[in-house]
């Protein structure tokens, strides 16, 4: 059974960093491209960051990048979002997910095959 399982959220104030986790079990962790997606309050889910499955490549929404950074550790299953300079806009449940395609990773949701339940990002102004 496939999981994905996200971490590090909270509450911060504009300005700060939180680094974001998601640890992945029951799949061949190395071959999925990586996405970070995140919903804030009635809107819709939309890309954050993407790696893909080797980590050669990325790509970031125009919002966050010079803010956000994406990486993994194939070694220990598991993606990482650093996220720097954290803005109220910011706020939103962060949700990883999974891409087994090969190439670039992808910016739309639809493709990814797993997902996380996401975690709470609040920053206060």
């Known amino acids: 059974q496939v999981q994905l399982v996200e971490s590090g959220g909270g509450l911060v104030q504009a300005g700060d960093s939180l680094r974001l986790s998601c640890a992945a079990s029951?799949?061949?962790?190395?071959?999925?491209?990586m996405g970070w997606f995140r919903q804030a309050p009635r809107k819709e889910r939309e890309f954050v960051a993407a790696i893909s499955a080797s980590a050669e490549s990325t790509r970031y929404a125009d919002s966050v990048k010079d803010r956000f950074t994406i990486s993994r550790d194939n070694a220990k299953n598991t993606v990482y979002l650093q996220m720097n300079s954290l803005k109220p806009d910011d706020t939103a449940v962060y949700y990883c997910?999974?891409?087994?395609?090969?190439?670039?990773?992808?910016?739309?949701?639809?493709?990814?095959?797993?997902w996380g339940r996401g975690t709470q990002v609040l920053v206060s102004s």
């Open positions: 997910a999974a891409d087994l395609r090969i190439g670039l990773p992808s910016l739309s949701p639809h493709v990814y095959n797993y």
């Open positions: 029951g799949l061949t962790f190395r071959n999925y491209a």
